[in-house]
């Protein structure tokens, strides 16, 4: 290989490297907060035992009224999607489709490299797609698991209060 293909073939892995190509290193990973469950006082002189058992009445008419089960959708983790390795697979098949290239025109190793580097670009881009459209799902899925919760916690409010609890 020519002394311009080696250095092209060199910045072309240092770019992979350093832009976080390796597979599985880059990744959409978002916390996944729960709303929290709104605290109930006794407002005419109720006992924790009563007060366990109201809760728990509220709990199953809450959960009939909106369909929605505090208990899974708690337990339930926002997927993470770990997008990873499209430099490198974009690396490679360009350095193959160079090579060929190179080859016709004389000089496969400069096609190799200028097709990697290519490839890198390449998948470089199809990376950022993913790692948006993972995102975007993550946050859409939070989202609706956030309106599910505030749904709940509104009609178990409505029946604590209902039952002579003050909800905060």
């Known amino acids: 290989m020519s002394l311009r293909a080696n250095l092209v073939l060199a910045t072309c892995t240092a770019c992979v490297l350093v832009l976080g190509a390796v597979p599985g290193t880059a990744g959409v ?42 208990s899974r959708i708690a337990s339930a983790p ?45 998948g470089g881009i199809a990376h950022r797609q993913h790692r948006r459209q993972a995102a975007a799902l993550s946050a859409q899925m939070q989202s609706s698991n956030d309106w599910a919760l505030s749904s709940y916690w509104q009609a178990w409010t409505a029946c604590m209060t209902g039952r002579g609890y003050s909800v905060q």
């Open 29 to 70: 990973a978002q916390a996944h907060a729960v709303l929290p469950k709104p605290v109930a006082y006794p407002a005419r002189g109720q006992l924790a035992h009563q007060q366990a058992m109201d809760d728990g009445a509220c709990y199953g008419w809450a959960r009939q009224q909106t369909g929605v089960d505090p």
């Open 78 to 122: 926002v997927p993470v999607i770990v997008p990873g390795g499209e430099r490198v697979v974009g690396a490679a098949r360009g350095a193959a489709a160079g090579a060929v290239v190179g080859a016709i025109g004389g000089d496969a190793g400069d096609g190799a490299a200028t097709g990697a580097a290519v490839g890198a670009v390449a």
